[in-house]
Each structure stands twice: as structure tokens, then as C-alpha cells.
């Protein structure tokens, strides 16, 4: 670059410790970058300040409400006779496995109860301890009494598991056995 460019782009007045301020344009894939926020921005204001395109809050009000049906289409709904079916020596073992590894902290390690209720006694606050009942608290929860709905974490298959241990526990009366709490059943 020869001198006379140099001068004729030099900014009077921008010297610093022997360094001159030039006047170069800004690189065209810039300007072109800059524009077009521009003209996008003006296009996003326009599309959710006047034509009603759908706020964040509602975006995520419909893909909860998806996530949602969706779940609710994943977990069958059993009666008793189903789940008596599906019940075997196999899956209560691994429902045991479940039950240590999820239910341990509220129930207690042989069902006597901690925080939830005794479930080795014959009261039931939920139902009447049959085990499509227990299938209903175990998949939808309680969440006024603190007890998760277990459909986010298990599958059908395992909340079928926990069930059968959870019902193998009945009538088994731990010792050390939280207050009876609930309806008393009678088989």
C-alpha cells in the first residue's frame, strides 16, 4: 500500500504512541451478517407482537401436554385378574431388587414404613391393598403425601415388579412397624 492510500485514509487526530487510526470499510461478509440480524430481528418483533406466534410459555405448555399423552399412552392400566397373571416367584424377585434400590428411604427396608406408611400391616390409606390399587399408587403417585409418580422413572414392566413384592409384603407385620394408618382391610 503506498503512502498517498495510507494518507487519504488516515484518520486526523487518531495517533497514539506512533500508531495511526486508518479508515478501512468493514469486510462485506460483516456488514451483510449485521444487516440480517437486523432484518430478522425486525421480523421476530413483528411475528410475536402483532401476528400472535406463541410465546415460550405456551410453546412449553403444548410439549408438556405432549410429554404427558404420551406417557399416559405407555402405561397400561391393569385389573386384578391381568396382574395376578403377570405375577410370578421371578417378579417379585426383581421387584425386591426395585423396591431396595427406590422404595427403601420413605417404606422402610421390610416394608415397616419411614416416611410412607407401613405397608406389611392390613391398613391401607390408598385403596384396599389389592394389587391393581397398589398399581394405581405406584404408576400415578400421591403428591399431596410426597409419593412420586413412578411412571417417569419406571417402566410398566417394573412397576408390575414392585407391585407383586410390594404385595407379597402384606399381612407380614415387620417388627418395628410404623402406626397403623388408613382403612383397616380385611381379606
Known amino acids: 500500500m503506498s503512502n498517498k492510500n495510507i494518507d487519504e485514509k488516515l484518520i486526523k487526530g487518531h495517533e497514539y504512541d506512533g500508531i495511526q487510526e486508518l479508515d478501512n470499510p468493514l469486510p462485506g461478509w460483516w456488514l451483510a451478517t449485521f444487516y440480517g440480524t437486523i432484518i430478522f430481528a425486525v421480523g421476530y418483533y413483528i411475528a410475536y407482537t402483532f401476528m400472535g406466534a406463541p410465546s415460550l410459555k405456551e410453546e412449553l405448555k403444548t410439549a408438556m401436554a405432549q410429554i404427558n399423552s404420551l406417557k399416559a399412552a405407555n402405561i397400561k392400566s391393569f385389573n386384578e385378574e391381568e396382574l ?94 410404623k402406626a397403623p394408618q388408613g382403612v383397616e382391610v380385611k381379606e
Open 84 to 177: 395376578n397373571g403377570k405375577i410370578t416367584a421371578q417378579t417379585i424377585e426383581a421387584g425386591k431388587a426395585i423396591y431396595a434400590t427406590r422404595c427403601v428411604p420413605c417404606h422402610g427396608d421390610k416394608g415397616q414404613g419411614l416416611i410412607g406408611p407401613n405397608l406389611t400391616d392390613h391398613f391401607w390409606i390408598h385403596g384396599k391393598g389389592m394389587r391393581a390399587d397398589i398399581f394405581k399408587v405406584v404408576s400415578e403417585g400421591v403428591p399431596d403425601k410426597g409419593m412420586p409418580t413412578w411412571t417417569q422413572f419406571l417402566t410398566t414392566d417394573e412397576i408390575v415388579a414392585v407391585v407383586g413384592f410390594v404385595n407379597s409384603l402384606r399381612n407380614t407385620n415387620a417388627p418395628g412397624g
